[in-house]
């Protein structure tokens, strides 16, 4: 008998394999739709909530099961704010638990959220919906604040294992630096998406280079 996905996702993108938000290859999915405005975010694009694509339970297991057969380390959900869409993130991960349950692989899930992990948990929806997550990354990003975190675009921000496999999987990223993060750079469709987290004036300098080699760059997506 068919699945029923009952509240699909919205969705601004699908992308895989994702290297830069988390351990080895995943499969990364960024919600659309954020309240919280941070100043300096740099995907303004997902914060309108009627902006980018349905994507049900039913549709994400297919990518997943893939992902999963291709050798993926995990799932990575970023936004946007995953937590304004409890139910459909809630459906989401549990398909994600499901499907590597049953293709007997270890690939942890890992959720970022601008809230913090006190907030999410007290509302019964969004407690809900972190119940199958792995690990979390807390906090809004503060552009005043920068950090050489793995992963993270300011210092407040935090991981926070959630399971046994998550404990295993991040405990070693806990604390863990880097003065190069890693970017990664995908072109589609006449669009420059920059997948990662950069640090202060790698997104001008970007800009920069790319201006050196001709090409022009008519909107971004890290500027009012
Ligand atoms: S940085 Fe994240 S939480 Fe903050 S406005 Fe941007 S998408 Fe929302």
Known sequence: ???VSRVPARVSQVSAPVTALGPGRRLGVWFQG????CPGCMSRHTWDPAGGRELTADRFAEL???????????????????LEQPAALAELLAAADRERRS???????LVYTGWELADATADPATADALARADAVITGRYLAGQPTDLVWRGSANQRIVPLSALGERRYAPHLERRTDRPDLQVRVTDGELR???????G???RIERE??????????????P
Do not use: K, Y
């Open 64 to 82: 997943w099961r893939q992902a999963l057969a291709d050798g993926v380390d995990g799932l990575t959900v970023s936004g946007g704010e995953p």
């Open 103 to 109: 293709a007997g692989v270890e690939a942890d899930l």
């Open 1 to 3: 008998m068919a699945r």
């Open 34 to 37: 954020c309240a919280l405005a």
């Open 210 to 223: 790319l201006r050196e080699r001709g090409v022009t760059v008519r909107e971004t997506t890290w500027r």
């Open 202 to 204: 790698d997104l001008g």
């Open 194 to 200: 920059i997948i990662g987290v950069p640090r202060p």
